[in-house]
């Protein structure tokens, strides 16, 4: 293991657990939590090394009311791209919902498609689609 030279001091702000959303505050860490550490983490995508900082954590608890359960998974730049992903996959399934009819034949649409899901999973590690891919890998194969 590579240790690095000099690491700076972990960041550390004051928890307000009363502005967490109330599934939150329901939860055990409602009760200790008096402050939040910057938490290191390896990106599930990438492999990067990043942080979530104590000021990220206080924002994404306190403000936009995350579940304190949540950690983080993906790095900065993987994360914004799996957001990419996702709104092109929401896209995908609404032109697909509007003309089912001639996109089922439309091999680029429906491979394009299947790489996105298969691009997902590799950003997120649940929620596969697998009836999804099971339609788009019939429909690819065996045509109408
Ligand atoms: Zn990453």
């Not at 942080?51 to 995350?66: G, N």
């Not at 091999?107 to 997902?120: A, D, G, R, Y």
Request: one cysteine or more.
């Amino acid at each position: 293991m590579k240790r690095k030279p000099t690491p700076p001091p972990p960041g550390r702000t004051p928890a307000d657990p009363s502005q967490w959303s109330e599934s939150s505050q329901g939860s055990v860490a409602a009760y200790f939590t008096t402050e939040y550490v910057d938490e290191p983490y390896k990106c599930w995508h990438c492999g990067a090394d990043a942080t979530f900082t104590a000021v990220d954590q206080k924002y994404t608890y306190e403000v936009r009311k995350a579940n304190v359960n949540q950690s983080r998974r993906l790095c900065e730049p993987c994360w914004r791209e799996s957001l990419r992903i996702a709104k092109e996959l929401g896209s995908q399934a609404n032109t697909w919902e509007a003309s089912k009819k001639t996109l089922k034949t439309d091999k680029t649409f429906l491979s394009n498609w299947l790489m996105l899901l298969e691009l997902q999973e590799t950003y997120v590690p649940y929620r596969y689609d697998v009836a999804r891919k099971n339609m788009l890998r019939k429909l690819l194969n065996g045509g109408a």
